[in-house]
């Protein structure tokens, strides 16, 4: 008698998921707090949206803060999440985390906002992952409350190992924005030395703009008087 046997046709349920292997689910929060305080959140805040707009027309320049990166595939516990971040030669979309293993890029600039909680873990553990593990080519800290000293410093990758960026005009100039990182106002900002200017944040520029244009209508509305009175002493001549 012949046997009938179950078809083998595309493998059973458990040779599927044993060839599938298990689906790692990289989290998006690490339960921390985004900002400490309305002036740490507002400056990482304008910093992401300086830096944005300063390179809206590179199509490869991502721009991003405290959104977590992964840096070993598989593992959920190998990660950070900067205050500030940028990478170059990745494209601009939106993501729900960073993993290194598939963009093909780390960060190449890294902003953490420090407070007195936070500035042990920025200035040595975060130091050594940024500059031994991930190879980020510059490293900023900065406390808006000027509680830790230094309260700004940074660090430039040279040989694998992290130079202190020496100060120049109160700033200290990136290479790899091209720009300088300073106090203006009391708060740190972007300075733009081809344009010999600071990097205003788009509302701030809004603003700017609006008091030009202002300015500008009012001095045209004096103009505009100043030639009524002209034509009327001619006619009156």
């Given at each position: 008698?012949?046997?009938?046997?179950?078809?083998?046709?595309?493998?059973?349920?458990?040779?599927?998921?044993?060839k599938?292997?298990?689906?790692?689910?990289?989290?998006?929060?690490?339960?921390?707090?985004?900002?400490?305080?309305?002036?740490?959140?507002?400056?990482?805040?304008?910093?992401?949206?300086?830096?944005?707009?300063?390179?809206?027309?590179?199509?490869?320049?991502?721009?991003?803060?405290?959104?977590?990166?992964?840096?070993?595939?598989?593992?959920?516990?190998?990660?950070?999440?900067?205050?500030?971040?940028?990478?170059?030669?990745?494209?601009?979309?939106?993501?729900?985390?960073?993993?290194?293993?598939?963009?093909?890029?780390?960060?190449?600039?890294?902003?953490?906002?420090?407070?007195?909680?936070?500035?042990r873990?920025?200035?040595?553990?975060?130091?050594?992952?940024?500059?031994?593990?991930?190879?980020?080519?510059?490293?900023?800290?900065?406390?808006?409350?000027?509680?830790v000293?230094?309260?700004?410093?940074?660090?430039?990758?040279?040989n694998?190992?992290?130079?202190?960026?020496?100060?120049?005009?109160?700033?200290?100039?990136?290479?790899?924005?091209?720009?300088?990182?300073?106090?203006?106002?009391?708060t740190?900002?972007?300075?733009?030395?081809?344009?010999?200017?600071?990097?205003l944040?788009?509302?701030?520029?809004?603003?700017?703009?609006?008091?030009?244009?202002?300015?500008?209508?009012?001095?045209?509305?004096?103009?505009?008087?100043?030639?009524?009175?002209?034509?009327?002493?001619?006619?009156?001549?």
């Open positions: 008698m012949n046997k009938a046997y179950p078809s083998k046709r595309g493998g059973s349920t458990i040779q599927k998921q044993i599938a292997g298990p689906t790692v689910v990289y989290p998006e929060s690490d339960g921390e707090p985004i900002a400490e305080t309305d002036r740490h959140r507002k400056l990482m805040t304008d910093f992401i949206l300086m830096l944005e707009d300063h390179f809206k027309d590179a199509n490869d320049v991502y721009v991003s803060g405290d959104l977590l990166i992964y840096y070993e595939e598989g593992n959920i516990y190998k990660s950070v999440a900067p205050d500030v971040f940028i990478v170059f030669g990745v494209s601009k979309k939106d993501r729900r985390t960073y993993r290194t293993w598939e963009e093909g890029q780390t960060p190449d600039l890294v902003l953490e906002v420090a407070s007195p909680s936070t500035y873990k920025d200035i040595t553990e975060k130091k050594e992952l940024y500059a031994s593990i991930l190879g980020v080519r510059e490293y900023y800290i900065y406390d808006p409350y000027a509680e000293q230094p309260h700004f410093q940074g660090y430039r990758l040279v694998g190992v992290y130079e202190a960026i020496e100060f120049v005009d109160e700033r200290l100039p990136s290479a790899v924005l091209g720009l300088e990182l300073g106090e203006q106002d009391g740190l900002s972007l300075y733009d030395p081809s344009r010999s200017e600071w990097v944040p788009p509302k701030a520029r809004i603003i700017q703009a609006e008091a030009r244009a202002e300015n500008a209508e009012a001095e045209l509305v004096k103009a505009l008087a100043a030639l009524k009175r002209f034509q009327g002493k001619t006619d009156n001549n």
